[in-house]
């Protein structure tokens, strides 16, 4: 046994697992493509920077989550926690603005927060994610919705729960504030340490307190909805109306709130019971302001983001398709080994999924290993076959064999498995 072992909070995928997350992630690319969402690829270490002005200084993903380092060079670099930061920043960097006004990109990958490894929590875990650029318009919140419906749709992930809130805007907001500070105010001796500094930087925050203290006191509190300003109700009805319109259903939850700073107006999670207490399967909203906090002009914004750890334990795993091994070439003797060496690569350039036995290895043990790989088909090849100028074909389910000529091998094998 290996001495090295992977660190705390990282997980090895391996082959068993890895047919899901293959169809997780060529069914979303399939699917925001129909949407008309286009790929985006961003580097994992990005300037420590960009995730403080975005995510926001007093959030617990900055002050206790970030993989953040000094290069070689000094400069404070961190291992990115989210993805929607480094895609705005993508987008400003390369003025996707000018050559497209209205982005819609989405990426895959891995993120990275020093969290306590749990049930669902990972120190490296994977996200797909995506977001719309550009429009103010609230019929771009329900698009993205229908998007996510419709992705866990083909997964065919059920007992999902869409819940919406609405955390309003800069103008709103500060009345919201005042209002969470006064009520929050008089519990200020029961709150855990996190919450009482969390009650004079960002209150909201206390909202989203993961301890049972907190979140029995949170109940009351009052909900951000109650003190939209006439644009965000407007808002929030429109993306309400929209949701009926297309027939999906969702739940108002009127202390949700998101984990990062720069959300604004509508707020969402899905939501599954079959997961214990990291229930969250995907979540996002609106963030209006951060492409202006990261430099850019005023522009409108709406993502969200899918845990793929989460959704590979929700996916039945009779409903992926794997790409079987069709055929177990069985060699007995060098002489055969030789002559079917080539048959394997001619099979190969023609994408039908074949390997070959040890020549040297009997046909019990060659028939044992194409079993454990499961194969559809074994060819057998000895010497009384290349005498006799005929292979023998089985097929491992039925356990019928057929002879085939070896001067038709390619052709006749081409026919029967692609």
Same mark, same amino acid.
């Given at each position: ?18 047919? @899901? ?13 129909? &949407? ?8 994992? *270490? ?30 404070? =670099?961190?291992?990115?926690?989210? +993805?929607?930061?480094? =895609? ?16 819609? *990109?989405?990426?895959?990958? #891995? ?5 306590? #490894? ?20 609230? @019929? ?5 919705? !229908?998007?996510?419906?419709? &992705? ?7 007992? $999902?729960?869409?819940?919406?809130? !609405? ?5 709103? @907001? ?7 500070? !006064? ?38 509190? #009052? ?12 808002? &929030? ?8 319109? $297309? ?55 709406? +993502? &969200? ?6 959704? =590979? ?5 009779? $409903?992926?398709?794997?790409? @079987? ?11 055969? +080994? ?22 040297? /290895? ?11 790989? +499961?194969?559809?088909? =074994? ?12 292979? /023998? ?13 070896? !001067? ?11």
């Amino acid at each position: 046994m290996s001495k090295f072992t992977s660190l705390r909070g990282f997980k090895d995928i391996l082959p068993e697992e890895s047919d @899901r997350w293959l169809w997780v992630e060529s069914t979303a690319h399939e699917t925001f493509n129909v &949407f008309g969402f286009s790929h985006i690829r961003t580097p994992i *270490l990005e300037n420590t920077e960009l995730f403080t002005r975005s995510i926001g200084e007093a959030t617990d993903i900055v002050e206790k989550e970030m993989y953040t380092f000094q290069d070689w060079d000094g400069k404070k =670099v961190t291992l990115r926690p989210e +993805g929607t930061a480094s =895609v705005v920043r993508a987008y400003l960097e390369h003025h996707l603005s000018e050559k497209i006004p209205l982005s819609k *990109l989405y990426y895959i990958g #891995p993120m990275f927060r020093h969290e306590r #490894p749990q049930a669902g929590r990972l120190r490296q875990f994977h996200q797909i994610g995506a977001e719309i650029i550009g429009d103010l318009d609230p @019929r771009q919140d329900v698009e993205l919705l !229908s998007l996510l419906t419709r &992705f866990f749709e083909r997964m065919q992930v059920t007992d $999902l729960t869409l819940e919406i809130n !609405s955390l309003g805007c800069p103008a709103c @907001r500060p009345t919201y504030r005042a209002a969470l500070q !006064s009520y929050f105010e008089k519990y200020l001796p029961e709150l855990c340490e996190d919450c009482r500094r969390r009650f004079k930087t960002n209150p909201l925050r206390i909202l989203d307190c993961k301890k049972e203290a907190c979140k029995a006191i949170a109940r009351n509190a #009052p909900s951000p909805i109650d003190h939209l300003c006439a644009e965000c109700r407007e808002h &929030f009805k429109a993306v309400r109306e929209g949701l009926y319109q $297309l027939a999906i259903p969702y739940q108002i939850q009127p202390h949700l709130v998101r984990g990062l700073d720069y959300y604004t107006k509508t707020a969402f999670e899905l939501t599954t019971n079959k997961l214990g207490a990291q229930n969250a399967v995907a979540a996002g909203g609106r963030y209006d302001g951060l492409v202006e906090a990261l430099g850019g002009p005023p522009t409108p914004a709406i +993502g &969200f983001a899918i845990g793929v750890e989460r959704l =590979v334990q929700l996916i039945d795993p009779a $409903l992926v398709p794997t790409s @079987r091994l069709r055929l177990f070439l069985a060699p007995l003797g060098k002489a055969a +080994g030789a002559a079917l060496f080539p048959l394997l690569l001619a099979l190969r350039r023609k994408n039908i999924r074949s390997e070959m036995g040890n020549d040297a /290895i009997g046909l019990k043990s060659q028939m044992k290993r194409a079993d454990r790989l +499961g194969a559809a088909y =074994v060819l057998i090849v000895g010497e009384n076959e290349m005498t006799q100028g005929k292979a /023998i074909l089985r097929n491992m389910s039925t356990k019928a064999q057929e002879e085939i000529p070896l !001067s038709t091998l390619i052709e006749t094998l081409s026919a029967k498995l692609s």
